[in-house]
């Protein structure tokens, strides 16, 4: 059984571009949460997907964006990235809700925005 | 607002000594989930114990339990005989029922040999 695995693990893009991190959620698991952690800082949740759905969403502007796959995959899309977009992206995936059920998280993509 | 308060930045510790970490939240709702989470230097975040919030025993996972005083909204964690692996980044969190998890600010804990 594979974990969470996340690409790329580092990406330098400028100011005014667009990005796509993808996120493969462990087997078995169909909810996907997106968190951007700054360094120094503790995670912030951005939004969760389950089956293909959105279901719930932090203080986040519409800039973030996201999808995810028949296979519970997911994709966190950013445009027009700021400065301050730069910080590590962390996805998590869990057999559902985190009330009753552990997520487990990737490892992360580190983007740095110039 | 939900919050989640972590007053030590960063702690050292001696080898197999007990280190016990702070965590305050405040919230108005009455049934949550609270959370601590273990991010080691290679960054791979991984759920150390979790407490359901209408249970009053504190949860135990080995050598790691929890003291939560639900009236003091207070959540700490206790690591008895600490080693050298369990330096990592330390996050007290909560969630709602909504799903939507709050973190501390984090705790850097350093096992010193």
């Known amino acids: 059984e594979t974990g969470v695995t996340q690409s790329p693990t580092h990406l330098i893009k400028t100011r005014g571009q667009q990005v796509t991190l993808r996120c493969s959620s462990q087997?078995?698991?169909?909810?996907v949460s997106w968190y951007q952690q700054a360094l120094g800082q503790g995670p912030q949740f951005i939004f969760q997907y389950y089956r293909e759905e959105e279901n719930g969403r932090g203080n986040f502007p519409p800039r973030f964006s996201g999808l995810q796959f028949p296979n519970y995959s997911s994709e966190l899309n950013v445009n027009a990235l700021e400065l301050d977009d730069s910080a590590l992206y962390l996805c998590a995936s869990s057999p559902g809700g985190l009330a009753n059920n552990e997520q487990f998280f990737g490892p992360g993509t580190r983007l740095t925005v110039l | 607002a939900q919050t989640v308060t972590q007053s030590q930045p960063e702690m050292s510790v001696q080898e197999a000594e007990t280190v016990t970490l702070s965590c305050t939240y405040d919230?108005?709702?009455?049934?949550?989930?609270l959370f601590w989470y273990k991010q080691p230097p290679s960054r791979q975040m991984i759920l150390v114990i979790r407490q359901e919030a209408y249970k009053q025993q504190n949860a135990t996972e080995n050598r790691f339990s929890v003291n939560f005083q639900k009236a003091a909204k207070s959540f700490s964690l206790k690591i008895s005989d600490s080693q050298l692996g369990d330096t990592a980044m330390y996050f007290c969190a909560f969630i709602l029922r909504d799903d939507k998890i709050i973190f501390g600010k984090g705790t850097r804990l350093h096992i010193l040999p």
């Open positions: 087997s078995g698991h169909n909810t």
């Open positions: 919230t108005s709702e009455n049934n949550y989930y």
